[in-house]
């Protein structure tokens, strides 16, 4: 099992960059599985990126085809650490923003097991 957390949230105008981190607490950390979702008001959780190890030092990142470009999922296995690169931001990106973990690939929340508790990303024009 593996513990998350986020941070790096906050208030950001449209057209900026934030960075949000997700730490883990498992020595396995770098055997997971691992992505971003987000969570708007109302709406479902949203699938981001998510990194999956395939051996080794190899991963492979699968993208979310609206998200690809703008956002990139960004992980440090030494330092237990999973990143998200946010640029050109928009209003419409004000949400929740949630890491989580499994074993073996998905894109859909249900399936994962460990969450953290979310951190929160307005974006203001």
């Known amino acids: 099992q593996v513990q998350l957390e986020e941070s790096g949230g906050g208030l950001v105008q449209a057209g900026g960059s934030l960075r949000l981190r997700c730490t883990g607490s498992t020595r396995s950390f770098g055997t997971y599985a691992l992505a971003w979702f987000r969570q708007a008001p109302g709406k479902e959780r949203e699938f981001i990126a998510t990194?999956?190890?395939?051996?080794?030092?190899?991963?492979?990142?699968d993208y979310e085809d609206s998200f690809k470009g703008r956002f990139t999922i960004i992980r440090d296995n030494a330092k237990n650490n999973l990143f998200l690169q946010m640029n050109s931001l928009k209003p419409e990106d004000t949400a929740v923003y949630y890491c989580?973990?499994?074993?073996?690939?998905?894109?859909?929340?249900?399936?994962?097991?460990?969450w953290g508790q979310g951190t929160q990303v307005t974006v203001f024009s």
């Open positions: 990194t999956v190890w395939r051996g080794g030092e190899n991963y492979n990142e």
């Open positions: 989580a973990g499994r074993h073996g690939w998905s894109r859909t929340a249900s399936e994962y097991g460990y």
